[in-house]
């Protein structure tokens, strides 16, 4: 234990913090006082010893395997949401046929003349599948085959 009354200050000297006078002065001081120059010699011992010390490296393998863990939530993050997007988009549309449709009177009345002569043909037909087929059955097609690649 250093009991030298200047020892306080060997801690700020050795981080820099004197002004250049006081670590003249204080330099001068560990000079002449053993134990002053015995706990600044440890505390450059001892940064030096954390300076060198190496940073731990990860074994190749466990590496590999991180960087395959982060790929595979990557992927399957961006898979999930294209399909909710996908599935979100395929309702909307249903929706919007549907109510293209089976619109009222009035919705037909304000229609552009090109929509209600669409909607009326494709209701009117018989024999050809209306609208609501054709959607219903892209959907279960497009569903059956993205099922299939799992
Ligand atoms: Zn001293």
């Known amino acids: 234990m250093n009991t030298c009354e200047r020892s306080n200050r060997l801690n700020a000297y050795h981080d820099g913090e004197l002004s250049p006078p006081e670590a003249v002065e204080l330099e001068r001081h560990v000079r002449g006082c053993p ?8 505390l450059r011992r001892l940064t030096h010893a954390l300076a ?3 940073e731990p490296e ?12 982060v790929d595979r939530v990557a992927r399957n993050g961006i898979v999930r949401f294209a399909e909710t997007f ?8 249903l929706v919007c046929v549907l109510n293209l449709a089976h619109g009222s009177p ?44 799992d």
């Open 35 to 42: 134990a002053c120059a015995a706990e600044l010699d440890g």
């Open 106 to 149: 009035a919705r037909q009345a304000t229609m552009p003349v090109w929509e209600a002569a669409a909607v009326s043909e494709s209701a009117g037909e018989s024999g050809s599948p209306s609208a609501e087929d054709l959607v219903a059955s892209w959907i279960s097609q497009d569903l059956s085959r993205e099922n299939g690649h």
């Open 52 to 54: 060198s010390e190496a």
């Open 86 to 93: 996908a599935a979100l988009a395929a309702t909307i549309m």
């Open 58 to 69: 990860l074994p190749a393998s466990a590496l590999r395997r991180f960087h395959r863990a």
